[in-house]
């Protein structure tokens, strides 16, 4: 899968990642469309620093996957959300859409 990655101030490029594995409470979303963030631009222009090479982003939408076995209410292929993120990377405002 293909994913923005930042490797310092400046420097995002565009690479090939492996997919995630997804634990027990965990769902996985195919993103297909994403905006960019006040806070994604502070981190491209180090004027906000994180530990580097990171993915960065959360403001996306996709369809969700996979699911976790303790997963429950995601059924099959749903359309999904997401916004915020925690600074664990936690959907803490994952959406279903119709």
């Given at each position: 899968?293909?994913a923005?990655?930042?490797h310092g101030k400046?420097d995002?490029r565009v690479?090939?990642?492996?997919?995630p594995?997804?634990g027990?409470?965990?769902v996985?979303?195919?993103v297909?469309?994403v905006?960019?963030?006040?806070?994604d631009?502070?981190?491209?222009?180090?004027?906000?620093t994180?530990?580097?090479?990171?993915?960065?982003?959360?403001e996306?939408t996709g369809e969700v996957?996979?699911?976790g076995?303790?997963?429950?209410?995601?059924r099959?292929?749903?359309?999904?959300?997401s916004?915020?993120?925690?600074?664990a990377?936690?959907?803490t405002?994952?959406?279903?859409?119709?």
């Open positions: 899968m293909k923005a990655v930042l400046m995002l690479e090939e990642v492996n997919k594995t997804i027990p409470e965990d996985l979303v195919a297909k469309a905006g960019i963030c006040g806070s631009l502070h981190l491209y222009r180090g004027t906000w994180i530990e580097t090479p990171r993915i960065i982003g959360h996306m996957v996979e699911v076995e303790k997963v429950s209410g995601w099959g292929v749903q359309g999904s959300q916004s915020p993120w925690s600074a990377g936690n959907a405002g994952a959406k279903r859409t119709p």
